[in-house]
């Protein structure tokens, strides 16, 4: 058993992470999908290569995070750019050439990148 100090201690972490989380609000996501399917179609190297280039600028208001399975298996690697206040942008069949462009348009310059988004793999 924790000594109620040592509770007291975690309690305090928590709550800082969360306020910490509630300022970050504003933050631009990049969430990448790496269940098997995304993993196998080559969606880490895709999420190394965010990681490099949000690194490389310096980009203090963008997160890079996973989740599992997306759904759509035929246009993996998949990708969301979730921009606070806007639609989010899922990008389909990235590849880690495409990277770059999509962080200088998309989240540097808050244009989306519409070639290689889910409305132009499905012709819309």
């Known amino acids: 058993m924790k000594s109620l100090a040592e509770l007291e201690a975690i309690r305090a972490k928590t709550l800082e992470r969360v306020a910490m989380r ?5 933050a631009i996501r990049v969430v990448v999908g ?11 190297p895709v999420m190394l290569k965010f990681l490099e ?3 490389k600028r310096n980009l203090q208001n963008v997160t890079v ?3 599992g399975c ?5 246009l993996e690697p998949m990708l969301d750019v979730i921009v606070p206040g806007k639609e989010k942008v899922t990008y389909v069949k ?13 989240i540097v310059n ?6 290689y988004t889910i409305g132009a793999a499905e012709g819309k």
């Open 22 to 26: 509630k300022e970050g609000d504003n």
């Open 34 to 44: 790496m269940a098997t399917c995304g993993i196998a179609a080559g969606a880490r």
């Open 53 to 55: 280039e949000v690194q």
């Open 65 to 67: 995070s996973q989740t």
């Open 70 to 74: 997306i759904g759509m298996c035929r």
């Open 94 to 106: 990235v590849n880690p050439d495409m990277v770059s462009r999509i962080v200088a348009e998309h």
């Open 110 to 115: 808050g244009r989306p990148v519409q070639e």
